[in-house]
């Protein structure tokens, strides 16, 4: 307002050229661009290291609700730490120190041991990995050692995804970079009004000043578009005052918790189920037994008397069914296919022996005779020059 003014009232006030200005504004427009999509890389990154998160601990999970059959302790252990690593990784990534965030998802003991702890992700890791150790060495568990291998692999995505975070929180974009372009662009927006009063005359000079503020909005606001995405994570105390959160990093703890709860309630419904299938066939052979000494050596329950089946069992013992009658199925068509293969070959080595046979007769037939004396045939054309 002041510069158009300035030039409406005073006459002959020179104006700056509009060429250098052109040509400052592209480079400036590169150095946003460039600041801008480093700022979008880092962002993109730490959401796909987080989506990385979610399927390394939903694989964990998966893992041990359908294979882990031992020890119900192990398993809830183990999904108290899986629960836990979420929010570690966003106060670690952030430097929080909540401990209400653990409450009522890790005990009394594994809450102190974690807050021993300089990283909190890592030390949650190290407590899944001694965790899994216990199923190693448990020999009453269903292939142990391919398990803990497999939950053990996983565990070490964690840690990598761990590393990951920490090179972003840790390497912000270079400071005198961000300094060049902030100067950079104060310096063409302050000269912006006298490039713009130029290109008008009398009161339509006025117009520099709102041209003026739409240009610089626009451009600071890109600007500050690129430090805002810059840091995706977020940050703790002072820093995060004033600043809108990027990742909801908390909204993806309470959902993969949530997941991992779900699993946990099918583990402890089916091992229930499991335990009183255990307890009714107990059952069912005490009575077999106690029938059996009560009719004078008899077999079986008696007449009147039936065993019921709940409907867990029927559906194990159809389950079971199944899965033999498609075993016996499948041995079938093995043995078939083993058949097919052998009558080919034995119909490839009679057509081999057959072709073998006819080139012998075939070479015999046109070789001919040899005389008794010794003497070789007389070929055809001999035969014509004598005659």
Known sequence: ????????????????????????????????????????????????????????????????????????????KLMRYLKAFPVALKQHLRGEMDVDEFAGILDSRELNELLTADNLPLSVCTSLSMTLNAIKLDQTQTANNLLWWTLEDHVSKLVAIVSDCERLVRTPVPVAYAVHA???????????????????TGYRRLLTMPLTALVAWALFCTEELGHIIEEPFGAAGAEADGRAEVLPLGR?????????????????????????????????????????????????????????????????????????????????????????????????????????????????????????NGSRMPSAAETGSQS
């Not at 250098?20 to 590169?30: I, N, T």
């Not at 950079?184 to 008008?200: A, E, K, N, Q």
């Not at 997941?259 to 307890?279: V, Y």
């Not at 709940?310 to 899965?323: G, N, Q, S, Y």
Request: hydrophobic share 40%; charged share 25%.
């Open 252 to 372: 993806y703890c309470e959902s993969l918790q949530n997941d991992l709860e779900e699993s946990s309630l099918a583990k402890a419904r089916a091992l229930r189920a499991m335990e009183s299938a255990q307890q009714s066939e107990a059952d069912d052979v005490a009575v077999s037994s106690s029938s059996s000494g009560g009719s004078g050596g008899g077999y079986g329950p008696a007449p009147s008397e039936s065993i019921e089946v709940t409907d867990e069992e029927a559906l194990e013992i159809a389950l079971e069914a199944r899965a033999t009658v498609d075993a016996v199925e499948l041995e079938q068509e093995v043995r078939e296919e083993q058949r097919q293969a052998r009558e080919a070959e034995a119909a490839d080595a009679a057509a081999r022996e057959a072709a073998e046979q006819a080139v012998f007769i075939e070479n015999s037939y046109l070789a001919g005779p040899e005389p008794e």
């Open 1 to 76: 307002m002041v510069v158009s003014a300035v030039y409406i009232l005073i006459r002959g006030v020179p104006t700056l050229p509009a060429l250098p200005h052109s040509l400052l504004g592209g480079v400036l427009g590169v150095l946003l661009g460039f600041r801008t999509n480093q700022s979008y890389d880092r962002f993109w990154e730490g959401r796909k290291l987080w989506g990385q998160c979610f399927t390394a601990c939903r694989c964990i999970a998966r893992s041990s609700l359908a294979y882990i059959d031992s020890d119900l302790e192990t398993y809830s």
């Open 182 to 200: 902030s100067r950079l662009l104060s310096l063409w927006v302050g000269t912006l009004p006298f490039v713009l009063v130029g290109c008008f």
